[in-house]
């Protein structure tokens, strides 16, 4: 019931009284109106929530749920660049609420003092958006478009933004490459987060990192020589081998390099995309990168103590529950879709469904993360259900606590995946990071 308290707090204050005085702040709302602040971004939300096809019947009944009563016309005049500044200030202030749930259950991850993953998702906008949201150069020019960055905590669900930027902006400046862990913490991320200053500051406050290999960065033994490590990798006969090793020139950061040799249909796939790669950036594919195709190599400072070889391979699997976030978030939610060809109305829908996946995070807290074998996907489902139901007893808190309460009966119920033998889901990997006896 604690956390059910906290998000109906959320909920509550978010999409009322603060909706409201951003609503005065944006210019939104320049005189008494009964379309405040508040119940356009209700209206909005709720109805993103329920139905991603964001017709104007819709939004009116969103609106009507929100206690309105307005024409089609009056909300087509309200789509406005004050509409899209509401929504993307509600959106932040939504992003800063923090919402404390019981962590997970699962014995490999509970050895951490938390299991961070830094990820990133771009949405392409129309041109005419190209002066709000630089996107990328290609050889026809400037392209519109902005990066959600998002850092997503595994042991407990909390989720850290989408904090927006421009698309064409390196992961590096992520604000949440830097973040300050807890000692004992892991630190997860794609190649584009690689950076061995960061692991060198990560050492230093005695946080751990966990990441893939990111070609050609020097390698070094105990005598400062470099390695070889394709012929390193030739010399071993194992599936899964293990070598101390110092990385970059500079830091010479001592670690662990963790091998495995991955089945045939695995590196034909990956050529294909290293190949599929090179030719959209038109530049050429190295014989050192189709070589290490053949391997999963992974970087850590975990000692072997606290995470053996199989452990560790079970533990980067979970980068993928920020990728299942991101498929739904545009899948199911339709983030980077909308009906209008108008920027503002754009504008105004992106960042009221980013309102909404950020709510519904907040629902997947109450008890689905205590729940090594849930389906966010089910869950996401299980909300869209709900979505009139939690509009209309918004305003009244005890309500509004039923309302989620019944949603965690569903989730408890409805919500879960069912174990597979021929490729073990995640939570399987965690808890039997062998996986021996699912062959």
Known sequence: ??????????????????????????????????LSGSAFVQAVVFSAMGNTDLTYTNLKAGAMNAGVEITHQGLEQRFTEASATLCQRVLEEAVRQIIVPEPTVLPLLKRFAGVYIRDSSTISLPDALEKVWTGNVNHQGRHAGLKLQ????????????????????????????????????????DLGFFSLRQFAMDQLHKVYWLSRYKARTLLYDEQGHAIDL???????????????VYLG????????????????????????????YARKKQTPVTAELLALAEWTLIITNIPASLLSIPEALALMRVRWQIEL?????????????????????????????????????WTFLIHLWQCPDRSLWKAALTIRRFANTLAIALPDLIALEQVLSQLQDHFRSLCH?????????????LENPSCTTLA
């Not at 956390?3 to 609503?23: E, F, K, N, R, Y």
């Open 325 to 361: 976030l991101f498929r739904f978030w545009k899948s199911l939610f339709k983030v980077d879709e909308w009906r209008s060809q108008k920027p503002w109305r754009i504008l105004t829908e992106l960042y009221a469904k980013l309102i909404t996946v950020v709510i519904v995070h």
């Open 249 to 276: 020139e500079k830091q010479h950061l001592a670690c662990r390099l963790l091998a495995e040799r991955v089945p045939l249909a695995v590196i034909e796939q990956r050529k294909r995309k290293l190949k599929e």
């Open 417 to 429: 995946v069912n174990p597979r033998r021929a490729h073990p889901n995640t939570y399987q990997w």
């Open 150 to 189: 998002v850092r997503l905590e595994v042991c407990s669900g909390q989720l850290a933004g989408p904090v927006l930027r421009p698309a064409r902006e390196h992961d590096g400046k992520s604000p949440y490459q830097n973040e300050s862990l807890p000692p004992g913490a892991v630190r997860m991320g």
């Open 230 to 244: 394709l012929g390193w990798l030739h010399q071993q006969n194992l599936d899964q081998s293990e070598h101390t």
């Open 1 to 34: 019931m604690k956390t059910i308290a906290q998000v109906s707090q959320a909920m509550q204050t978010i999409l009322g009284p603060v909706a409201d005085q951003l609503g005065w702040e944006t210019c939104f709302t320049r005189r008494q109106s009964k």
